[in-house]
């Protein structure tokens, strides 16, 4: 039997804990943003977007080897993954000897990231108040990652929020390219 020495909850709050001593405004993404606005559900990674320099994110990753986190070689040479247009560079942390929890950092980039930092909501999660993304930029991420579970947890997200800002959600899907998208998921079901 392995025993998990980390957890995601562990780890979130190792990255949190980060940002917070390098001065640095993040929003929590990804399941563990679906755990506050939908339906909880599991999730084996840590996704968060952060206002960062190059400098900053220089800083970053040198906190975060410290922290006994690996940064591949083309993210300190400044390289950028892009998902959905907004660049991301990961991180992993091992939590045994055969398993890692892979850390997604989004850079904020792009006016559609920015929007997400301006609106983010403080929210309790494990006895702390953290920043997580408001419900509506939840969706409008799931729909540029738009892989079946990231389907579900649009619904989930939908169901259990009720009411959303859709005036907004409309405004950057369109800006976005996934309107379609967008327009389906807020269909009733028939």
């Given amino acids: 039997m392995i025993v998990m020495r980390k957890t995601v909850e562990d780890v979130l709050l190792e990255m949190v804990g980060l ?3 390098l001065g640095l405004s993040y929003a929590i993404l990804g399941g563990l943003a679906v755990r506050v606005h939908g339906i909880p559900r599991p999730t084996y990674d840590v996704d968060f977007e952060v206002t960062v320099t190059d400098r900053q994110l220089i800083d970053f990753f040198e906190a975060s080897d410290k922290l ?3 940064v591949a070689a083309p993210y300190r ?3 950028r993954d892009l998902v959905g247009g907004m660049p991301l560079v ?4 091992y939590v ?9 950092v989004f850079v ?3 006016p559609f990231q920015t929007s997400i930092m301006d ?5 309790p999660f ?3 108040q953290l920043w997580f993304v408001t419900p509506e930029d939840l969706i409008l991420m799931k729909l540029l990652a738009n892989r079946p579970r990231d389907q579900g947890d649009v619904a989930d997200v939908l169901f259990v929020q009720g009411k959303l800002d859709e005036s907004y959600m409309r405004h950057w899907a369109n800006i976005l390219s996934i309107a379609d998208r967008l327009n389906k998921a807020l269909a009733p079901s028939t």
């Fill in 19 to 21: 940002c917070e001593t």
């Fill in 68 to 70: 006994g986190y690996e």
């Fill in 77 to 79: 040479a400044g390289w």
């Fill in 90 to 93: 990961k991180l992993k942390t």
């Fill in 96 to 104: 045994d000897d055969f398993h890692t929890i892979d850390v997604d």
């Fill in 108 to 110: 904020n980039d792009t």
């Fill in 119 to 123: 609106r983010r909501l403080r929210v």
């Fill in 126 to 128: 494990e006895s702390r």
